[in-house]
């Protein structure tokens, strides 16, 4: 009989002391303060349509995240949905890139064989109305929402064109759109490529090798590789894109999180690209993340020499997790290191040569490789109020050392 009594009053003594040490725990206490707060808030604040809950719990969640550093965050299903279509290069839509200058939201990009440019919707197009809806003082967001829909759907967008005098209306069906991230793919008459990498995703390496390829097909003697304004993106596409030029298990970059004993390296899978021609890589004070990881291990490694302006030192490892209401979070779980040891985090890539140029400078070369092509110059004198003739510093330094190395035999270990 006293035993049948003592087993059950243990297990409930043991049940009552886990819940004691819960209770007494920090986590327990800082929720017992959260929900009183936010108790307080939901039965007291003075617009009761702003404190549901649901919107306290989400304003809680996000101020809790964004407080620890400029790259944790957490994403609503909207954000979260929005964020995995970057990384994945496409998105649903009719295929433009837009911005608003002159008044109008214009056209910047018609991306190749996307719905617009298919139908002939050119750079420069002002957009006027979508669906018989004006158009004429929206926003780019605007815009942006209308233009949006399910894969399928119609839109009908109507554009006047400057160059013209002209109005179009367009009806196009929303698909699936490829972004490219490698561009500009170039060569001059001096044998030198050019490429610019615009971020990392997930088919990066292979347009980067479709790239090479057709530049190495045209005989090119040297090759820029430009990753200026680059904020980076997957890891695992800067590392294919830096083994192009390492051997079978050469180390490109490794990282470690607040355990030590968490190090994950990053090895070459090779093989390594023949290279026979001598590489720089193009940065400025907006190159972070995998653009610093690429431009740091190849200058590491002695495989390219490294031009422009210090990069801006985003040296963190975000995990990012998904949960079932279709939000998620992304959170800074480890640093990243280069082969030789040096972090990149809140330091960033020194240059080999420095080449400065100041943020007007900056600016108006942004505004000239976005407009020129479809502006006159009067028209781009009248909206910039300068002329479209600023130079590339950072890039005539670059083909200007190439070109003294050209000279010379190029002599590759």
Request: aromatic share 8%; with cysteine.
């Amino acid at each position: 009989m006293f035993k049948r009594a003592f087993f059950p009053l243990l297990i409930l003594g043991c049940g009552a002391a886990v819940i004691l040490w819960t209770l007494q725990s920090p986590l327990w206490q800082a929720l017992r303060q959260i929900s009183g707060i936010m108790r307080l808030v939901h039965e007291e604040y003075v617009d009761v349509d702003a404190v549901s809950y649901e919107a306290l719990v989400t304003s809680a969640i996000r101020g809790m995240v964004e407080s620890l550093d400029p790259y944790s965050r957490y994403m609503s299903a909207e954000d979260f949905s929005r964020f995995e279509r970057s990384t994945r290069q496409n998105y649903v839509g009719i295929g433009i890139e837009i911005e608003r200058f002159d008044l109008r939201v214009t056209v910047i990009t018609a991306f190749p064989d996307g719905p617009a440019d298919k139908a002939g919707i050119r750079p420069g197009d002002q957009i006027t109305a979508i669906d018989n809806r004006s158009m004429l003082d929206a926003t780019v967001i605007e815009v942006s929402d209308a233009l949006q829909g399910p894969e399928g759907g119609e839109a009908t967008v109507k554009v006047f064109r400057p160059s013209t005098d002209e109005e179009h209306v367009f009806t196009l069906i929303r698909r699936s759109v490829n972004l490219a991230s490698v561009n500009d793919v170039r060569l001059d008459a001096g044998k030198v490529g050019y490429l610019r990498i615009s971020q990392f995703g997930e088919r990066t390496h292979e347009e980067f090798q479709q790239a090479l390829d057709r530049l190495e097909a045209q005989g090119m003697q040297a090759l820029i590789i430009d990753l200026r304004n680059n904020p980076g993106g997957l890891l695992s596409a800067s590392k294919d894109v830096a083994s192009e030029f390492f051997d079978p298990g050469e180390l490109i970059v490794f990282t470690q999180g607040r355990d030590p004993t968490t190090r994950t390296e990053f090895r070459s899978d090779g093989p390594a690209r023949p290279v026979k021609y001598p590489l720089v890589v193009l940065i400025n004070e907006r190159s972070a993340s995998g653009a610093e990881i690429v431009a740091g291990a190849l200058q590491d490694g002695g495989k390219a020499h490294v031009i422009g302006e210090k990069s801006y030192g985003k040296g963190s490892v975000q995990s990012v997790y998904a949960f079932r209401n279709g939000a998620g979070l992304r959170q800074t779980t480890a640093l990243y290191y280069l082969p030789s040891g040096r972090s990149i985090h809140e330091k960033g890539i020194e240059p080999d040569l420095t080449v400065e140029m100041s943020e007007e400078e900056e600016r108006r070369l942004r505004l000239q490789s976005r407009h020129r092509d479809y502006l006159s110059r009067e028209d781009f004198e009248r909206v910039f109020e300068h002329a479209p003739d600023q130079d590339d510093l950072q890039l005539d330094m670059a083909i200007e050392y190439l070109r003294q190395l050209l000279d010379e035999p190029v002599v590759r270990s």
